[in-house]
């Protein structure tokens, strides 16, 4: 049977296992990451105790465990336990950057206050009744909103379902490995997704793909990532799971394939006997990082050169709603920008660039959408160069290890593209991308790197808008197959 007692905040060990999110290595992580994923909850409970103290209207669910040097693990009441830690200094804040106002707050606290709130009241268990606390966990958290203070997401149940009731969860499985193995999110956004992220979404989305990628199931998927086809691009449907550019909608949206935008093709079906034919896929992944190669019939003149739909095809109707415009309205250029798809791994600031772009307005923003420009040709240079160094593809370094001039680089990788290792030439591609970088070399080119960098350098030199848009559809394919 429990007993109740006050036990120290100190004493109290935050659990590292967590459904929340993924195993923990120690405390300073569990908070960052409980940080990350709510953080305006958190600090509103961390204000909360300051200012009116521990209220001790629910005990703190603590679970003894080991003989020869017991710990009382917090089932239940984790965040408020870390807030008081935090509060405490048991955490500092050099481990933990604080909100000015909290930090504040906590230097005007007395002795008293520290005293009277460092220690709560908890309900003990032994380490034999854990299946009991876990009984009392699920029916707080696993109900729904009105069965709990903090209701459980979806991440949280799954998690619980796997881990307690031996339940399958491929989409779970994934997002993990995603999480500790993938190479195009960031460390902030590992730390968030591991405890909130759009799992439902996810589950459907593998469900509707798992055959493309290789795998006969959710399941089979999920045994077998990283080790897939196509695992780059399914990285980025994992990327645009997560930043909710990929919904219930877009998936379930028959007249798009949201796969297929990310370069995943379908599995062809044999005529003959109805088998699922793996030749018709065109692309190939890896698990060490290598860049899915793409079709050139299907890529080499997207963007600003595409405009090839089948007649009377789902495309082509969705096409015909959309009003035309000509070569040198800002609008083709923001067009061309809001459709382009990016794959690959280290590319978010190139995400980033292009959304900045994309809210510019070209006319009023000439200078800046050129700056911008510039940075997207450099880093999409170097992240190809990234993608392809373990199959000898061009490097942005010289001999002395020093940066490479900008049309160097680009001029080495159009080579890469249009003759890639033991493939032979890519005529398609050659011609696609030949005008791209003839207009990128161009000493006097209205949008050749030497212009681009005299708008940086030289306080007297400008470029107008009309110029930008008519001569941005040359140079777009290029930038378009570096990030395929």
Same mark, same amino acid.
């Given at each position: 049977m429990p007993v109740t007692e006050f036990r120290s905040v100190q004493d109290l060990a935050l659990d590292l296992a967590n459904h929340r999110t993924v195993q923990q290595v120690d405390e300073i992580h569990a908070v960052q990451t409980m940080i990350s994923i709510s953080p305006d909850r958190f600090w509103a409970l961390m204000e909360s105790l300051i200012d009116d103290g521990y209220l001790p209207t629910e005990n703190i669910l603590v679970l003894e465990t080991g003989k020869d040097t017991p710990k009382s693990i917090v089932k239940e009441g984790n965040r408020r336990v870390a807030a008081l830690k935090l509060i405490l200094g048991y955490i500092t804040s050099n481990d933990i950057e604080l909100p000015t106002q909290i930090e504040k707050k906590i230097k005007l606290l007395t002795d008293i206050w520290k005293v009277d709130n460092g220690r709560l009241p908890c309900t003990i268990y032994a380490n034999t009744e854990s299946a009991i606390v876990d009984r009392i966990i699920k029916l707080a958290h696993g109900k729904g909103e009105k069965a709990s203070k903090d209701q459980w997401? $979806?991440? $949280? =149940?799954?998690?619980?379902?796997?881990?307690?009731? +031996?339940?399958? &969860?491929?989409?779970?499985?994934?997002? &993990?490995?995603?999480?500790?193995?993938?190479? +195009?999110?960031?460390f902030e956004q590992a730390k968030r997704w591991s405890g909130d992220y759009p799992l439902?979404?996810?589950?459907?989305?593998?469900?509707?793909? $798992? $055959?493309?990628?290789?795998?006969?199931?959710?399941?089979?998927?999920? +045994?077998?990532?990283?080790?897939?086809?196509? =695992?780059?691009?399914?990285?980025?449907?994992?990327?645009?799971?997560?930043?909710? &550019?990929?919904?219930f909608n877009k998936i379930r949206n028959k007249q798009t394939d949201f796969a297929d935008k990310y370069g995943i093709p379908v599995v062809a079906v044999d005529s003959g006997n109805g088998s699922q034919n793996g030749t018709a896929e065109t692309n190939t992944g890896s698990a060490s990082g290598g860049t899915g190669r793409y079709s050139s019939s299907q890529n080499a003149q997207s963007g600003a050169n595409s405009n090839t739909t089948a007649p009377g095809s789902a495309a082509s109707r969705a096409n015909s709603s959309t009003a035309a415009v000509a070569i040198q309205d800002p609008r083709a250029v923001k067009r061309t920008l809001k459709k382009w798809k990016l794959l690959g791994n280290n590319r978010q600031k190139i995400v980033t660039l292009r959304d900045e772009a994309c809210n510019l307005d070209l006319t009023k923003n000439p200078l800046a959408f050129c700056f911008i420009l510039r940075s997207l040709f450099e880093l999409s240079a170097k992240a190809y160069c990234d993608d392809h160094t373990t199959c000898g593809g061009p490097s942005y370094k010289d001999k002395d290890g020093k940066d490479k001039k900008l049309v160097s680089v680009l001029r080495d990788v159009t080579n890469h593209l249009i003759n890639p290792p033991n493939q032979g030439k890519d005529k398609e591609r050659e011609k696609a991308l030949h005008g791209a970088l003839t207009e990128l070399a161009k000493s006097g080119g209205i949008l050749s790197v030497r212009s681009m960098n005299q708008l940086v350098h030289n306080p007297l030199f400008s470029v107008a808008p009309s110029d930008i848009c008519t001569i941005f559809g040359n140079i777009f394919p290029l930038l378009d197959a570096m990030n395929r």
């Open positions: 997401n $979806a991440v $949280a =149940r799954a998690r619980h379902n796997r881990d307690n009731d +031996n339940a399958a &969860e491929p989409g779970l499985d994934i997002l &993990e490995k995603y999480i500790k193995f993938g190479k +195009n999110l960031t439902s979404v996810l589950d459907e989305a593998i469900g509707k793909i $798992a $055959a493309r990628l290789g795998a006969s199931t959710a399941m089979d998927l999920s +045994n077998k990532y990283p080790y897939i086809k196509y =695992r780059d691009a399914f990285d980025c449907i994992l990327l645009g799971i997560g930043n909710k &550019e990929i919904n």
